[in-house]
């Protein structure tokens, strides 16, 4: 059979998703046996930058006018594109100030050449082109490439979580955060896969996996609210990972 | 007259026998302080005044997450083995003892559950009594009265009365019985409740509160966290998941805990959903829990234990429907 061609590449983004799969040491050479990497700059030099690939990988947010020709190359040359991480899929951490002034913005970092900068607010893939697969996590999951990278072999993708991060966490008997500790705690807002790592070393869900489906996003607020937090605190906090959200949604 | 009473002094002692006979668990407080069923390091690690676990004792015969099946093209499908490791599971009170016995109906009869039969038969059921809190209504679901242990005991001031459910009890409380003295067991305290009687009858007539308000209520405040039914000890619901290896060649068949709220349950190939918006899922657990599918149907397998009522983040409470029905707000 031939080996399906992949390519794995980034736009604004730290590099941390692409780094996920670099980190799968045990399983690199298998990745390697099964997989035909074409272009994967992080990772290998050289690379064809024009062959069409079975599968693009591609990590962060579209935020320069350099990142939606990349993104819209990579898609126009790959049959499956898979938003990487949570930056491709929601945003991420550079779109938490989506709601500024962008120039503003610009300026408080780049001061006097503040003008030269080419760029708008950071957006996940989807408001551009056509994303036929997400892996969520900032950075995601081994787990879930190494499944999707397993799936891809048979032609398929694979079935992640649809249930909230309280789900996993509940199931490890970790003490909750939210109900005992009255901390603010994201957990049933977010998609789970991440084993609720955070919640299990005390931390609360700061919510980097991005919303779940059919998040009740109005009755969290309300909860949190009723704990004493302050509206603005709440809508800050969430917007970290994911600048978008409607707070009254509750289906 | 049987030996059977073992006093506060001999309780250590009757635990490392105990523990002769498999890995002894029971109720402990975690590192962050949550009652959670684990191995006994020491006796004085028991939690005797327990009032519930967060996690029930299921999870002893159905973990959360398990692989059930295998598939190479060499040795084609093969089921699981369990490791069917001796464990001496102590500390579960009535409610719970009934979750096990709603269980053992479900993953044993008609259709046995390998993984679950072999588990099952390792595991010696020790049940204690307790005291309930404001979150229990046992006595209603008529799980006050000890069921499907291999032995009882039966707390009191003083000591334990213990009482035999299986020859493996009798078995070991005979090896144990040197720790034993025989004293005549106090009367039974009948437990009272008065939802007992309104969850029986409206059960009986298939009531479903088909007009009720609460049921919009509780679909506009439920976060679909699945806490209630990861902590009930009856709730059995599961979804099976197929994850191929990155050989290409080899695979396993996922099987792991699911709950009736969330999007997934009702939701079928092609993207139908017969199920769709949170409210019809209350319908469905409430008919579950309370009326029965399929050959458990007519069967109530809420055990009064408290734990969805505990355990919600925001205090849905479906005895609320009884009780506005029967206007005993």
Not at chain 1, 126 to 143: M, N
Not at chain 2, 38 to 62: E, G, H, N, V, W
Not at chain 2, 131 to 137: I, S, T, V
Not at chain 2, 252 to 268: A, I, P, Q, T
Request: hydrophobic fraction near 35%; proline fraction near 7%.
């Amino acid at each position: 059979m031939k080996k399906p061609t992949m390519a794995i590449a980034g736009l604004t983004a730290c590099s941390g998703c692409q780094l996920t799969l670099l980190n799968c040491e045990a399983e690199l050479p298998e990745v390697a046996g099964c997989f035909d990497l074409i272009f994967f700059p992080m990772g290998i030099s050289g690379g064809d930058e024009c062959a069409s690939v079975d599968v693009a990988i591609v990590e962060g947010a579209v935020s320069t006018p350099d990142d939606l020709e990349t993104l819209l190359h990579l898609r126009s040359r790959s049959r499956f594109l898979v938003a990487f991480g949570t930056c491709a899929l929601w945003g991420g951490v550079a779109a938490m100030k989506n709601h500024e002034s962008r120039t503003e913005l610009t300026k408080i970092v780049y001061h006097d050449v503040a003008g030269e900068v080419l760029t708008f607010n950071p957006e996940p893939f989807h408001f551009f082109v056509t994303v036929d697969f997400a892996i969520p996590g900032c950075p995601p999951e081994k787990d879930e490439l190494l499944a999707l990278l397993s799936s891809l072999l048979r032609g398929s993708f694979p079935v992640f979580p649809i249930y909230p991060v309280c789900t996993e966490c509940r199931n490890r008997e970790n003490r909750c955060l939210l109900v005992e500790d009255n901390e603010l705690c994201l957990g049933p807002l977010i998609q789970a896969g991440c084993g609720a790592r955070c919640p299990a070393a005390g931390i609360v869900c700061e919510g980097c996996r991005g919303p779940v489906a059919e998040a009740n996003v109005a009755s969290e607020m309300e909860l949190l609210m009723q704990k004493g937090f302050p509206r603005e605190e709440i809508i800050s906090r969430m917007r970290r990972f994911c600048p978008e959200w409607n707070y009254e949604q509750r289906h | 007259m049987q030996k059977n009473f073992l006093s506060n002094e001999s309780f250590p002692l009757f635990l490392q026998g105990l523990a002769a006979s498999g890995d002894l668990h029971g109720p402990v407080l975690t590192d962050d302080g949550v009652m959670a069923f684990r191995p006994i390091c020491s006796p004085a690690d028991i939690q005797l005044d327990c009032i519930r676990t967060l996690i029930p004792p299921k999870k002893y015969f159905f973990p959360p997450k398990e692989a059930i099946l295998t598939y190479s093209p060499v040795k084609g499908y093969q089921l699981t083995k369990a490791a069917g490791k001796k464990v001496i599971l102590f500390g579960l009170h009535p409610c719970d003892l009934a979750g096990i016995a709603y269980l053992d109906r479900v993953f044993l009869e008609s259709q046995p559950d390998p993984l679950f039969v072999k588990r099952r038969k390792a595991v010696t059921l020790i049940g204690l009594s307790c005291e309930p809190d404001e979150y229990c209504f046992c006595g209603t679901m008529g799980t006050a009265e000890p069921q499907n242990f291999d032995i009882f005991m039966h707390r009191t001031e003083a000591g334990f009365y213990l009482s035999a459910g299986s020859s493996r009890g009798k078995k070991i409380i005979r090896r144990l019985s040197v720790l034993l003295e025989a004293r005549e067991p106090p009367s039974p305290v009948p437990c009272e409740c008065k939802i007992e009687e309104t969850i029986l009858q409206a059960a009986t007539r298939g009531e479903t509160f088909s007009e009720s308000r609460l049921w919009e209520d509780f679909a506009g405040r439920c976060l679909s966290c699945g806490a209630c039914s990861l902590c009930c000890p009856t709730c059995y619901c599961f979804d099976v998941q197929e994850r191929g290896r990155l050989d290409g060649e080899t695979a396993e068949r996922l099987r792991e805990w699911d709950n009736c709220l969330f999007k997934s349950h009702g939701e079928v190939a092609g993207g139908h959903n017969f199920r769709k918006t949170r409210e019809e899922r209350f319908r469905y657990r409430f008919q579950h829990k309370y009326l029965g599918f399929g050959p458990m149907r007519g069967i109530v397998s809420c055990v009064g234990c408290g734990r969805c009522r505990d355990v919600c983040p925001v205090k849905i409470d479906l005895m609320e429907l009884f009780r506005e029905k029967a206007n005993i707000l």
